[in-house]
């Protein structure tokens, strides 16, 4: 079948498999998830019982959760592409190194601000969370801006699924109004360079329900409930 992706919005980190996947260019379909709703009703969770985001069906039918693991899965198909790198070289190590610190210290680094979106939070405690969260993300902008150093992507020349992760996460920083990315001038270059890029541009519409140019291998939108029964039949 046509793999399908399910994405969450607003701002969902799934953002980056879109960017990933309109590189593969290989078919694929995406299902529009609705966060907190459906993400967390009953027919989401036959798809990923823990209800987040992404989540992706593959051509076989199988069901692979968490970006890394979606991620992983578009890379080892877009080897020809440069997009990941065969398991067990230096490459692929260096993959899952990036995607590891993406994922456990970026990514979590803005947890408790998006907490503080979530839930009604007043007093002291949200001045103290607030200024924690901030803090978390300045330390991991400055640490990945010193990763990124001078090369034009995360991992040297040739962008990845890494740089793809990155740019759906980095907008988190405008979004919580916490760092000025001017401050990390390596890693304004590298999201200026993919803001400009047709697959992030694509992503921004898809995700803000706007007509999106694909670079050839969307396949269109499919609904929750008819991909439910395409896959459980």
Known sequence: MTPILFYGVPSGCSFGAIVALEWLAHPYRLSRIQMPETVSGEAFRRINPVAETPAYASKAGAIITESMAILNHIAAHGLDQ?????????????????????????????????????????????????????????????????????????????????????????????????????????????????????????????????????????QGHIELADALALLER
């Open 82 to 218: 440069q997009l990941g790198y065969p398991q067990g070289s230096p490459g692929f190590d260096r993959l899952n190194q990036m995607l590891g610190y993406l994922n456990t210290s970026f990514f979590n680094a803005f947890t408790p601000l998006w907490h503080l979106v979530e839930h009604e939070l007043d007093g002291p405690g949200r001045t103290v969370l607030a200024e924690y969260g901030r803090d978390k993300v300045l330390k991991a902008h400055a640490t990945l801006d010193t990763l990124l150093g001078r090369q034009p992507w995360l991992l040297g020349e040739h962008r990845s699924v890494a740089d793809a992760y990155f740019a759906g996460i980095a907008r988190w920083a405008d979004y919580h109004q916490v760092a000025d990315r001017r401050d990390y001038p390596n890693l304004q270059r590298l999201y200026d360079t993919l803001q400009a890029d047709p697959a992030v541009q694509f992503a921004h519409g898809i995700e803000a329900g706007q007509p999106a140019v694909s670079a050839g291998a969307f």
